[in-house]
């Protein structure tokens, strides 16, 4: 009765320590008043989320003029919810931490009536909007204005009222509003009113941020852990239940007094802004954010850079407390164990410690400060004694057994361990582990393996080991008959260490043997495992991933067929009820749908495909390939299985690296003669099916190809028989079967040709976790799996009617003799053969080596893509150019992911080509930076492989330093320009100055000046000052930048730079003439403008220097043979002295006076010409001057 009560005593006391748990008092600040904005928060308070994490949230209620940011800094509030500026206070020094973005799309815009005609962004100058503090600093609203060349300064700022009569009654212009609230309420009241939204003007930011201080993160991790996820918790109740929500709020939070009405559209609005583009409440995308970033810096909103990853809450953040930190301060270094030979996970090697286990642990140690000695030369028998003893710490790569907990404490595992039975190759016997009852096998002294055969299968003669090189060595030596070790492990040692009467026999199936690896730690120390345990949270999927490329490859995935997926794509396969495929339903024996079932050899690649990930491909049944195009352009379905790269479909799909590959045949009657190489017959009519890529594969590398489109391989065929075209070109697996089946024995596939069909799986573009997906997926397939569906869909059969029996009763002695002297003489030739080869091949080596020793000493970024635009190599300059940490990085991807968007469409276009000239284009780095770049791309070949070569020069430094020079080009050009004004304004300004001279002496002689004079006098000085009006007009237009190209006429181009300049020439005597035709051209005019001034002052100054009595400037316009325009300005000036007319266009170079020339204005005029707007300036000597020559 004792015991019970005792029992019963403890059993009340753990439940009152559960119930009684101190809360902990926490405050979020709303930044709007009530309504469903918040509703998310309401419902974690309402519905005990809060209360189940032991935590008292307050909900402060919005107040005028408050300062959300600064109150969170404060710790005045916990929390706080924020607008798009947010990111703009991490900017300027505010340590905040962004927790969720609860809407994807912003709720804030503006609302006008319209009755107020107010059409669009420019019609707000000087109107009247109701805006608080706190919607000002929103750069949504912001950016918007400025996109359309206003502010708020260029308004009257009214303070918001919340009363949208004001909006009615016509006491403001224009009202900050949620798009989920007011515009219901002018609904109601069936008044017509015009919204203005950020995102309709490329401005979709994210709003209503939760975030934190980052002390609030440091000094509570789980605190705020437990916040955010029941917060989110809330949010996803309230969606899912918002009419309930919307109760509840009307009863607790209604200060507004909105009708049930307004609120339910409120909800149904938030909704569609809470999932815009995401199924993942409160998601943060760090490419988006970046995007915001950009757009706040390029506003001047910006101090500072931002790293993402510290703006961003991760769980990896909260790894480590107080209490942990100073635990790991105040220990020396931990003791880790490092095994013999136990590759490669962890082994030793000339005393350095390696594997896979080796560098988790260093990643991890990093990750969390731990600072660690490796123990070696010890078995593995021995390291469990020494963590018995405390000698060591950890033991890096150890099996959770319960004989062990005693002693140890284990984390999560890290890694999945392939029990696998080795035996000699010549047994036969053992196939399974049931077959080792009564059998000897070897397994290490303490390894788990050896418990596990005593527990499950005491009928196994167990043999102990040192480690596991002795348990195969004792197999291999007949000691043994089988060895239990992990399939890596194994593999590694005999590799190594030359043992090759070894195989491996089965991976065992048994539950009881599938096992992980795990840290293991000091029973005595609790709070190593749980800093151990964090830090194998902080190791990201990625991270992971490279360690396992790093020591397994891709030997693990396709043995056992676990594909190591990532923690994203995980989700995404258990999210993802059906992929959805259109396929070529006339493709057969390939692809086909027959009776509405997909059939073929690609079928049965999908069928493998779709085990793996287990998710159902569903067929969407098309009539065409075609019209499987055109559904995947439209979303209708989600994947093309057998689809090749082309440069128009990478608009709409990626692709997945080939993993079908089918030589192209030809087609013909049977009394064409055979086809060696597709020159022979380039010139005919050749028919290939309608959207198929073979069309582009075949017209970019023969451009004067004639093809003929068909809707399938049969009806092409049909036309060949009828003579309508030459032949037809595909696999030759579609045309022998069409050919078979359809009976078309007049034909014959007459050849095959030298280019391939490199198929992958097409994979609609805004589907990129689905494209990682089916990669992985695709590099598991074995030469054998790809063998055995290959034979199942392509055989053939010859029946040529020869009487065998009497063939091999006569023919096979002769043959017999025939065969071995055959073989003799070419046993003879082979050797010397394949002496020759190894000589070949040991000076391609070194050529490849002196090759690839060559491409690393260049300066320039060389990069080798494959025919479908793959990397396959890069040099080092590349990595270093585009901030990559390795090859390994680059290696696989599409060119394209080098580009910047706004630069691919140009830079296909000359991908395509191959003159192999230089071109500009816009480049991206790993980092986002865009950065402008000239590139070169030749086509070759390597091994019988098309490829292609393209090497970049960053030019960056050269284009800061351009636009130095135009700045400085313009700043002398605008000197030169205020000496026209002084000219241009010296006539009217002396016709002023006489008029006024003219009154002076009226007045002075007391005579009486009438209405008349007064008004001559005062339409002068009007024309006086229009004109000097005018003049300042016509300079001020000349220095508005063009940011485009526009059409404009050379003739006024040329008349408007002669009247800027005119007075000057009549100051000196300069004659002018012109011979103009009227031709109109696409460039920039005011730049245009600018070479002339440049070229024509040059020439004024040179005359001027000679003192010539007749002094003249010649400019003519015509048409070349091409029809381009051509300007060319002529003087008689005297030349150019034939030394130094080659360096006229270098930067900095003048025969004048530095006082009077920069020496930049004609090498900005060449660049303005020629690179600018595509045409040529050439100079050459005259009888008496110079000729400038324009070609545009």
Request: hydrophobic content about 40%.
């Amino acid at each position: 009765m004792k015991h019970k009560l005792i029992l019963v005593y403890i059993f009340f006391f753990a439940i009152s320590v559960n119930i009684f748990a101190k809360e902990e008092k926490i405050s979020l600040q709303l930044q709007w008043l009530d309504q469903f904005q918040f509703a998310g928060y309401y419902m974690a308070k309402e519905k005990g989320f809060y209360k189940n994490v032991n935590l008292d949230v307050t909900l402060k209620k919005f107040k005028k003029n408050i300062n959300i940011v600064d109150e969170v800094i404060s710790n005045t509030v916990q929390y706080g919810i924020g607008r798009s500026s947010l990111i703009m206070n991490k900017s300027n020094g505010k340590d905040i931490i962004a927790l969720a973005a609860i809407f994807q799309s912003s709720p804030l815009v503006f609302l006008t009536l319209e009755s107020s005609n107010i059409q669009n962004i420019s019609d707000f100058r000087n109107k009247r909007i109701m805006i608080t503090d706190d919607a000002m600093g929103t750069t949504s609203l912001k950016a918007m204005l400025i996109s359309k060349g206003l502010s708020f300064e260029d308004t009257i700022i009214q303070k918001h009222s919340f009363d949208i009569n004001d909006l009615i009654n016509h006491k403001t212009d224009i009202m900050a509003s949620y798009i989920s609230n007011q515009p219901f309420i002018l609904e109601q009241k069936n008044i017509k009113y015009k919204i203005f939204a950020p995102k309709d003007y490329g401005f979709n930011f994210y709003n209503d941020y939760l975030f934190t201080s980052n002390n609030e993160l440091q000094y509570h991790p789980k605190r705020l852990q437990n916040f955010l996820d029941a917060s989110l918790k809330g949010w996803q109740y309230a969606f899912n239940n918002i009419e309930e929500s919307v109760d509840i709020i009307l009863e607790k939070y209604n200060s507004q007094g909105k009708s049930k009405e307004a609120l339910i559209f409120e909800a149904q609005t938030l909704k569609k802004l809470a999932f815009h583009n995401t199924d993942k409440l409160g998601s943060i995308s760090k490419k988006k954010l970046n995007r915001i970033y950009d757009i706040h810096s390029l506003m001047g909103l910006t101090k500072n850079n931002i790293d993402m990853n510290e703006f961003l809450y991760s769980y990896s953040k909260s790894s480590l407390n107080k209490k942990e930190k100073l635990f790991i301060k105040n220990l020396k270094k931990i003791k880790v164990h490092n095994e013999k030979n136990w590759p490669p996970y962890n082994f030793n090697e000339h005393g350095i410690p390696k594997g896979f286990s080796i560098d988790y642990m260093d990643l991890l140690a990093k990750k969390i400060g731990l600072s660690i000695e490796y123990v070696s030369d010890n078995s593995w028998e021995q390291y469990l004694e020494m963590i018995k003893n405390k000698d060591i710490d950890i033991m890096l790569n150890i099996v959770n057994m319960p004989i062990r907990r005693d002693y140890i404490n284990f984390t999560s595992s890290y890694s999945k361990l392939l029990p696998s039975i080795f035996t000699r190759k010549d047994n036969k016997k053992i196939k399974g582990i049931n077959d080792l009852d009564g059998k000897v096998v070897a397994v290490p002294k303490g390894f788990y393996t050896h418990t596990l055969l005593e527990k499950y299968y005491p009928k196994v003669k167990v043999k102990q080991t040192e480690d596991i090189l002795q348990a195969l060595q004792a197999v291999a030596f007949k000691k043994a008959d089988a060895a239990i070790s992990d399939f890596a492990v194994a593999n590694f040692l005999l590799e190594k260490n030359g043992i090759t009467n070894l195989k491996a026999v089965i991976n065992i199936i048994d539950k009881n043997f599938q096992k992980t690896l795990t840290l293991g730690s000091r029973k005595d120390l609790p709070m190593l495992r749980d800093v151990l345990q964090k830090g194998i949270n902080s190791i990201n999927d990625e991270e992971l991933l490279n360690l396992r490329r790093k020591w397994f490859g891709h030997k693990l995935e396709v043995l056992n067929k676990e594909v190591f997926f990532t923690k994203n794509e995980k989700e995404f396969i258990q999210k993802t009820k059906i992929i959805k495929m259109c396929v070529d339903p006339l493709w057969a024996p390939l692809e086909s749908i027959e009776n509405g079932q997909y059939k073929g050899m690609i079928a049965d690649y999908m069928s493998y495909f779709s085990k793996l990930m287990d998710i159902p491909f569903h067929l969407v049944q098309t009539s065409s390939w075609q019209q499987s195009l055109e559904f995947i352009k439209d979303k209708k379905c989600d994947i093309l299985p057998a689809a090749a790269f082309t440069f128009e479909r990478l608009k709409y799909v990626n692709f997945t690296k080939p993993y079908l590959l089918s030589p192209f045949v030809i087609a013909t009657t049977n009394d064409k003669g055979f086809i060696e190489n597709f020159e022979q017959i380039s010139a005919k009519p050749i028919g290939m099916v309608r959207g198929y890529s073979s069309i582009d594969i075949f017209t970019n590398k023969y451009p004067n190809i004639k093809i003929i489109e068909f809707n399938s391989v049969t009806q092409a065929l049909e036309a060949v028989r009828r003579n309508e075209i030459f032949g037809v070109i595909d696999t030759a697996a579609t045309i022998g079967y069409s050919i078979n089946k359809n009976k078309l024995h007049d034909l014959k596939i007459a050849g095959k040709l030298n280019e391939t069909w490199e198929m992958g799986i097409g994979v609609r573009n805004d589907y990129t976790i689905l494209l990682s997906i089916l990669q992985k997926t695709i590099n598991t397939l074995t030469s054998k799996e790809r063998d055995e569906i290959y034979n199942n869909w392509i055989s053939v059969k010859f029946d040529r009617g020869i009487n065998y029996n009497s063939f091999l009763r006569i023919g096979i002695p002769i043959i017999s003799i025939l065969i071995i002297i055959i073989f003799y003489l070419w046993n003879i030739k082979l050797k010397k053969e394949i002496k020759n080869k190894r000589h070949l091949e040991k000076k391609l080596k070194a050529s490849i080596n002196d090759f690839k020793m060559l491409v690393n000493s260049t300066l320039e970024a060389i990069f080798i893509f494959d025919k479908n635009g793959y990397c396959i190599e890069a040099n080092n300059e590349a990595i270093k150019l585009f901030s990559f940490d390795s090859p390994s990085e680059i290696l696989g991807e599409h060119v394209l992911r080098l580009i910047d968007e706004n630069s691919r469409a140009d830079t296909i276009i000359n991908l395509r080509g191959r003159k192999g000239e230089p071109y500009e284009a816009n480049l991206i780095k790993k980092d986002k930076t865009v950065f402008p770049g000239l590139i070169k791309s030749i086509h070759s070949t390597r091994g019988h492989k098309y490829i292609k070569i393209i090497s970049i020069i960053d030019l960056s430094d050269l284009k800061e330093k351009e636009s130095l020079l135009f700045q400085q080009s313009k700043m002398a050009l605008m000197g030169e320009m205020m000496s026209a004004i002084a000219h241009q304004w010296r006539q009217p300004l002396n016709a002023i100055a006489a008029l006024n001279l003219k009154v002076e002496t009226l007045l002075e002689f007391n005579e009486t000046i009438n209405a008349e004079q007064y008004s001559t006098v005062g339409k002068e000085v009007g024309t006086q000052l229009n004109y000097m009006s005018k003049t300042i007009d016509d300079f001020r237009d000349f220095f508005v930048p063009n940011k485009r190209k526009v059409n404009f006429s050379i003739s006024k181009a040329i008349k408007d730079v002669y009247d800027m300049l005119s007075p000057q020439f009549k100051t000196y005597d300069i004659i002018v003439t012109m011979d103009t035709q009227s031709i109109t051209v696409c460039g920039y005019p005011n730049e245009f403008k600018q070479v002339l001034i440049n070229i024509i002052n040059n020439s004024k100054d040179a005359i001027l220097s000679k003192k010539r009595k007749n002094k003249y400037i010649h400019i003519k316009v015509e048409k070349d043979i091409e029809k381009k325009a051509l300007i060319s300005i002529s003087d008689n000036g005297g030349g150019i002295e034939e030394d130094i007319i080659s360096k006229i266009y270098d930067p900095y170079f003048t025969t004048k006076f530095k006082s009077q020339g920069t020496g930049i204005g004609l090498y900005m005029s060449k660049m303005i010409i020629e690179k600018s707007m595509s045409g040529k300036l050439s100079v050459s000597n005259s009888k008496d001057g110079v000729i400038f020559e324009i070609l545009i």
